[in-house]
């Protein structure tokens, strides 16, 4: 169903067709876009990215953003990360603005970020000396060897990015990412360079890791099947430029949850078609 912000008089499992609008700010808000405009400028002039953002993600909340190539999303992402500061607006995390990176909002990219130098247990032993320095040299190796066994990484841990498959290095990525132990967790199509099976399996990874620490997650995808299995909301983004928040669908399938059990559930196909039409029909891109 849609969240507006209110309780649903829709029966379960409908799908409203009523464009959803973010509520404003609210006391559990954890995660909070207030008004948000992002104007970025090109040599041909002003080019307005995104318009009017508002959206309360809750602490824990498992969110998916979709929507075509230049709908924002990356930019969102990069608001949350710290990485850029939007024209217009607030992004807060714990009520107080986010101006630059921090420890606190870790970022799992689709090309790895690994350092090729380094063996997949340096590379997430040096993220944990960064982000929690108090941490003795016992302790840390204990965290790292807790998250490269959490990943099923343990048997790979002296070995260099190269010598180990795209999936073994999204492994090491997401272990490098949680352990840092982050509030909020941003993944960037983490699974979209990776084969079926292994993407299947690195989600069901993920949200047995996400279930054990939950942090807050926002993740871009453009699998609307992978967003279902993953989210508790699917933010629905219109096309750029001055792309917003067009739907919001809230995903009522109970956790734990299997790509079997809720592919049964006829909520499922609901959903997913409601989705599609959406992405495909009224908001359809030619050049996507």
Not at 47 to 73: T, Y
Not at 111 to 132: C, D, F, G, H, I
Request: charge should be negative.
């Amino acid at each position: 169903m849609l969240d507006t912000g209110t309780p649903s008089a829709s029966q379960a499992g409908a799908v409203p067709s009523a464009t959803a609008t973010a509520t404003s700010a609210t006391p559990e808000a954890f995660l909070s876009f207030d008004g948000v405009g992002q104007v970025f400028q090109t040599r041909r002039g002003p080019f307005e990215a995104l318009r009017d953002i508002n959206l309360q993600v809750r602490q824990g909340e498992f969110l998916c953003v979709i929507g075509h190539s230049g709908c924002g999303k990356s930019t969102l992402l990069n608001m949350v990360s710290g990485f850029l500061t939007p024209s217009s607006g607030r992004v807060s995390l714990r009520g107080a603005p986010i101006e630059r990176p921090g420890p606190d909002r870790m970022v799992v990219f689709q090309n790895y970020s690994l350092l090729p130098w380094k063996t997949v247990q340096q590379n997430v032993e040096l993220a944990v000396k960064a982000a929690r320095p108090e941490l003795s040299p016992g302790a840390r190796a204990q965290v790292v060897e807790h998250h490269l066994e959490m990943v099923h990484l343990l048997d790979a841990r002296h070995q260099k990015p190269a010598q180990i498959s795209g999936g073994m290095r999204q492994r090491v990525a997401i272990a490098r990412a949680l352990a840092v132990n982050p509030a909020v967790l941003v993944l960037d199509e983490p699974f979209g360079a990776l084969d079926a099976i292994t993407k299947e399996e690195l989600q069901e990874e993920l949200l047995a890791i996400w279930q054990e620490q939950r942090p807050t997650v926002l993740m871009i995808t453009h699998d609307i099947d992978e967003a279902l299995f993953l989210a508790d909301r699917i933010v629905m983004m219109t096309n750029g430029p001055s792309a917003t928040i067009g739907e919001i669908l809230e995903v009522p399938f109970d956790r734990p949850r299997s790509y079997e059990t809720i592919q049964r559930d006829p909520r499922y196909g609901q959903l997913r078609n409601h989705a599609l039409d959406f992405l495909f029909r009224r908001y359809a891109h030619d050049d996507d």
